[in-house]
T-cell receptor, first 115, second 110 residues
Framework: DQQVKQNSPSLSVQEGRISILNCDYT??????FLWYKKYPAEGPTFLIS?????DKNEDGRFTVFLNKSAKHLSLHIVPSQPGDSAVYFC??????????????FGTGTRLKVLA | NAGVTQTPKFQVLKTGQSMTLQCAQD?????MYWYRQDPGMGLRLIYY???????DKGEVPNGYNVSRLNKREFSLRLESAAPSQTSVYFC?????????FGPGTRLTVL
C-alpha cells in the first residue's frame, strides 16, 4: 500500500520555465512533508519542507504547496535551471512513540531541464 | 564536518556470503536509518534507531540485522546475501523533521 505516490516518473521542462512536481498521499496523520533532490551516484539531499498545518512554504526558487483536502503536495521551481535536473522524491513523516519520525517516500520523479 | 559517511561505496558478493555496511554521522543526531533504493520503488526503510541502544524494524527488514554501536555509528549486516538484496543502500540521520543522507553503497549479489 503506497501511502505517498508520485504518479509522474519523469518531466521535461524548458530552462527558465516553471517546473511543477506533484505528490499525493493517503494518510491524514502525516506531520511534515518534504522534498528531496537526488543526483546520480549521490545520496538524496533535503530541499524544502512544509508542516501539515501550513499550506505554503517558500525558499528562493522553490515553493511547496500543500492541499490537505485533496491530500496533494506540489513543488514549484521557478525559474528552472539545467542544474535542477535530478530525481525528486517527496516524503511524509509520522511521529513515533520513541520520539523520532518515520519517513515514507514516494517513488520519485526524474526532472530534466532543457537548455 | 563530514555529515553522514558510508563504507564501502561498492561491493560485489556471492550468494550466501555475509557482509556489514558501515555508517557514521558527526552531527550528534539521535535518530539513524537504513534504506534501500530499487528502480521504481523509491526509498524503503529497512531498520531505524531512535537513539543509542534502540533499533526497530521498518518496511523491509527480512534478511538484515542492525547494530547501533554508539551515537555516531549504525551498521547494517547481511548474514547470508541473496540476489534479491542487490540494491543501493542509504544510511541517514535526522534532527527534528529533516533527514541527512550518506552517499550510498551499491551492492550486487551474484
Amino acid at each position: 500500500d503506497q501511502q505517498v505516490k508520485q504518479n509522474s516518473p519523469s518531466l521535461s521542462v524548458q530552462e527558465g520555465r516553471i517546473s511543477i512536481l506533484n505528490c499525493d498521499y493517503t494518510n491524514s496523520m502525516f506531520d511534515y512533508f518534504l522534498w528531496y533532490k537526488k543526483y546520480p551516484a549521490e545520496g538524496p539531499t533535503f530541499l524544502i519542507s512544509i508542516s501539515s498545518i501550513k499550506d505554503k512554504n517558500e525558499d528562493g526558487r522553490f515553493t511547496v504547496f500543500l492541499n490537505k483536502s485533496a491530500k496533494h503536495l506540489s513543488l514549484h521551481i521557478v525559474p528552472s535551471q539545467p542544474g535542477d535536473s535530478a530525481v525528486y522524491f517527496c516524503a511524509a513523516t509520522v511521529s513515533l512513540t520513541s520520539g523520532t519520525y518515520k519517513y515514507i517516500f514516494g517513488t520519485g520523479t526524474r526532472l530534466k531541464v532543457l537548455a | 564536518n563530514a555529515g553522514v559517511t558510508q563504507t564501502p561505496k561498492f561491493q560485489v558478493l556471492k550468494t550466501g556470503q555475509s557482509m556489514t555496511l558501515q555508517c557514521a554521522q558527526d552531527m550528534n543526531h539521535n535518530s539513524m536509518y537504513w534504506y534501500r533504493q530499487d528502480p521504481g520503488m523509491g526509498l524503503r526503510l529497512i531498520y531505524y534507531s531512535a537513539s543509542e541502544g534502540t533499533t526497530d524494524k521498518g518496511e523491509v527488514p527480512n534478511g538484515y540485522n542492525v547494530s547501533r554501536l554508539n551515537k555516531r555509528e549504525f551498521s547494517l549486516r547481511l548474514e547470508s546475501a541473496a540476489p534479491s538484496q542487490t540494491s543501493v543502500y542509504f544510511c541517514a540521520s535526522s534532527v527534528l523533521d529533516t533527514q541527512y543522507f550518506g552517499p550510498g553503497t551499491r551492492l550486487t549479489v551474484l
